[in-house]
């Protein structure tokens, strides 16, 4: 569980980031200046991940997840800008402010601290290249002691599950998609980092895989402490797994909350279309219903709230003035000006997961 912190005599910062975050993202923005407009394709997140915790981030495609994504480890690709802070608090007490790293800082920071398996990267792999040797190359280009790193490696295969011998001797083309997986999880743990951001780690795989990989996730969360960015577009894996869930719709937050907070009085319109997509929390995405009307586009983003144009219960407000995002409860927080209304949109998906 996430770990809550009563930081009762610095209420400063209790109020600010409410728990133990180990990474505080304000105002999160990132920006394509092109010949058409400037693309906003995340605009001004808010959010606290906190130590421990695996949160889940949702959102349909082109909706900013894998922005968000590479904004966190300052990765985003040229020629994108990043603005806004993210406030790491690793164990040790400092405090880095990661947008401001110099390029030798954040290639450490990168992997050693905040690690990133990111969307698509089975196909990273070097195919003329051993899975030893890429976890031995990872850890000679980060300076650590290559036989206590393959000490390391050989567990983290273990707990995931796979036989180190046979692994480590492979090429990446004779390993099945989820031993890959598996594999590349392996290898983003293995320079030991407090947090590990994954896109869409699990897509390419056959259901039973992800749930199997998902299982295998929350017991790596508690053997080695860590802190988990799950981002997907599969809401009813990630209900499976994450402590906590953010909703991302037109590269903004719509909703943030407990996992059972999301799935039993969801209150932004979209996480209820979300949720509604599905015909069971526990049906293969597969047979996900699309949510009518179409993703916005980040050069053109509607006025007032961005879902004004697809939501069932918008008024003439909705269109004009943009929603804050407020707290329904201390831990559940939604950006909707009808969210008393909620429950005019009737929820038909079964949720007990
Ligand atoms: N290199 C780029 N330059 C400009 N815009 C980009 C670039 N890469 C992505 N985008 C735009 O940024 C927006 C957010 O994209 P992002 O990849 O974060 O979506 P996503 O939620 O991860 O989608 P998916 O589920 O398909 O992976 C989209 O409108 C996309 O077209
Ligand atoms: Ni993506």
Redesign the pocket.
């Known amino acids: 569980m996430s770990g809550r912190i009563d930081h009762s005599e610095s209420d400063a910062v209790a109020t600010e980031s409410r728990s133990d975050a180990v990474l505080t993202c304000r105002d999160l923005t990132v920006e ?1 200046h092109m010949d058409r407009g400037t ?1 906003t ?1 995340l605009n001004g997140l808010d959010i606290d991940v906190e130590r421990n915790e695996i949160i889940g981030v949702v ?1 349909e ?7 968000f994504a590479s904004a966190l480890l300052d990765a985003v ?1 040229d020629p ?1 800008v990043t603005s806004g802070t993210i406030t790491y608090r690793p164990t040790d007490g400092r405090e880095v402010d990661v947008l401001e790293l110099s390029d030798d800082r954040l290639r450490q920071l990168r992997w050693e601290e905040i690690s990133m398996v990111f ?1 698509g990267a089975l196909s990273s792999f070097n195919p003329t290249l051993t899975l030893r040797g890429h976890f031995a190359e990872t850890l000679e280009a980060h300076d650590y002691d290559v036989e206590d790193g393959m000490e390391r490696t050989r567990e983290l295969l273990a707990d995931l599950y796979l036989d180190p011998d046979r692994v480590l001797d492979s090429y990446p083309h004779e390993l099945s998609g989820g031993m890959k997986q598996r594999a590349l999880i392996a290898l983003s743990l293995v320079l030991e980092p407090e947090v590990l951001v994954m896109d ?1 780690p699990t897509a390419a795989l056959d259901l039973l895989m992800q749930r199997s990989i998902v299982s295998l996730l929350d017991d790596l969360r508690d053997k080695y402490d860590l802190t988990m960015v799950f981002i997907t ?1 599969d809401l009813p894996l990630v209900t499976k797994l994450a402590d906590r869930i953010g909703v991302l719709y037109a ?1 903004e937050l719509a909703e943030v909350g407990r996992t059972e907070e999301i799935l039993r009085s969801p209150t932004h319109p979209y996480t209820r279309a979300l949720l509604n997509s599905t015909p069971d929390i526990d049906s293969p995405l597969e047979e996900m219903r699309p949510i009518e009307g179409s993703a916005p586009d ?1 050069v053109n983003v509607p006025s007032g709230c961005p879902y004004h144009q697809r939501c069932p219960i918008s008024t003439e407000d909705c269109a004009t003035v943009k929603p804050p995002m407020e707290p329904v409860t201390e831990t559940h927080d939604v950006a909707c000006h009808h969210r008393d209304r909620a429950d005019e949109i009737e929820l038909t998906a079964e949720v007990d997961g």
């Open positions: 394509f693309s394709v959102g495609s082109g909706s900013g997840k894998s922005m690709v994108g969307q869409e577009h590269f980040p």
